[in-house]
């Protein structure tokens, strides 16, 4: 079961901050989960669409300059991060999912994500999530070979929609919705589970026993310890 960092350690250190990511690495991840918006020519790692929770700003993400969201205070004197930060922080050394967050940011993830296999990223470390699943078909489009996830809060999952129209490799659901039983219907058609965000032990301790592959946490090291005792 992959131990994806959410957020980066966001249990630990501010979410989606170059410190967060590096607290994450530093717990021996697999794999980082983030979150993006495009802002002025580039792709900003931030979750929410304002600023007020997660930074000392206020107002909407989209109606400000990338100037300003950068001069800003992400918590503990940390800047929002650019996601070729994130990648240059990881140097290739985990997978890196890349949740279409804000409008527009399917084609520019695309046209980023292939610059990086330049610099020898491999598809398989990547992978592209979206609640906007319209977001996700027009990355397909785009470019067929970047692996694909829908995220999922609740209801029932089209895997007609998933496989045949998205052509997906994982569903991502929620840990509220997720049950034995959609694990092992998402694996007869040869999808992977990865779920989100699994955070007490006793979760993720069910989560391995239902064989899921996958689990976004804010606290990577708790999977570690679990790891460790089994």
């Not at 409008?103 to 980023?112: C, D, K, R, S, V």
């Amino acid at each position: 079961m992959l131990n994806i960092g959410h957020r980066g350690a966001m249990g630990h250190v501010p979410e989606n901050t170059l410190a967060s990511f590096q607290k994450a690495l530093d717990f021996g991840v697999e794999w980082l989960e983030l979150d993006v918006y495009f802002v002025d020519g580039e792709l900003v790692v931030i979750h929410d669409d304002t600023l007020d929770r997660t930074t000392n700003g206020t107002g909407n993400v989209m109606d400000f300059s990338l100037k300003y969201i950068r001069s800003l205070d992400a918590g503990h004197g940390q800047k929002v991060p650019l996601l070729s930060e994130v990648f240059e922080l990881a140097d290739r050394q985990v997978g890196i999912n890349v949740e279409l967050k804000g409008p527009g940011t399917a084609i520019p993830t695309i046209q980023f994500l292939e610059e990086q296999l330049k610099k020898g990223w491999q598809l398989d470390q990547l992978l592209l999530s979206s609640f906007n699943h319209q977001e996700l078909l027009l990355a397909k489009q785009t470019n067929p070979t970047f692996p694909r996830a829908p995220l999922y809060w609740m209801g029932d999952i089209d895997y007609d929609f998933v496989l045949n129209e998205l052509e997906a490799i994982a569903v991502n659901p929620s840990l509220k919705m997720v049950t034995a039983e959609l694990v092992q219907e998402a694996h007869q058609h040869d999808l992977k589970v990865f779920v989100y965000t699994v955070n007490e032990t006793a979760d993720l301790q069910r989560m391995m026993d239902w064989g899921v592959d996958g689990v976004f946490t804010n606290f990577p090291d708790r999977l570690n310890q679990l790891r460790a005792d089994r």
